[in-house]
């Protein structure tokens, strides 16, 4: 029973990792259109050689998006606040300290 359990373990991982090491096939964002007339459809698909019988393809929508960055700032004191600028140096609102801030890695 266990050895069962084990070999299943064992196989998930090889096609976790088996997975992870294929090709992947990337979409220029150059080719997409600015402001599409119609919805605009992305086929992704892998090769032949690489593609295996019980595989579905499907389609989906490729639209623009827009992102907003917010930073969270924690001070000694334990008080955090939001804010969508990074600057370098904020005043904590419960302590009222300086707080010295560094780029996010």
């Given amino acids: 029973m266990r050895s069962r359990a084990d070999r299943t373990r064992v196989r998930g991982w090889l096609n976790r990792?088996?997975?992870?090491?294929?090709?992947?096939?990337?979409?220029?964002?150059?080719?997409?259109?600015?402001?599409?007339?119609?919805?605009?459809?992305?086929r992704v698909?892998?090769?032949?050689?690489?593609?295996?019988?019980?595989?579905?393809?499907g389609r989906r929508d490729v639209v623009q998006g827009s992102m907003k960055v917010v930073y969270e700032i924690r001070c000694?004191?334990?008080k955090r606040w939001f804010n969508p600028h990074l600057e370098n140096i904020q005043l904590c609102p419960r302590c009222d300290r300086a707080v010295l801030l560094r780029d996010p890695d």
């Fill in 17 to 42: 990792l088996r997975d992870r090491l294929q090709l992947t096939e990337y979409v220029d964002w150059s080719d997409l259109p600015a402001e599409p007339e119609s919805p605009y459809r992305a």
């Fill in 45 to 57: 698909s892998p090769p032949k050689d690489q593609t295996p019988d019980d595989v579905e393809l």
């Fill in 76 to 78: 000694a004191c334990g």
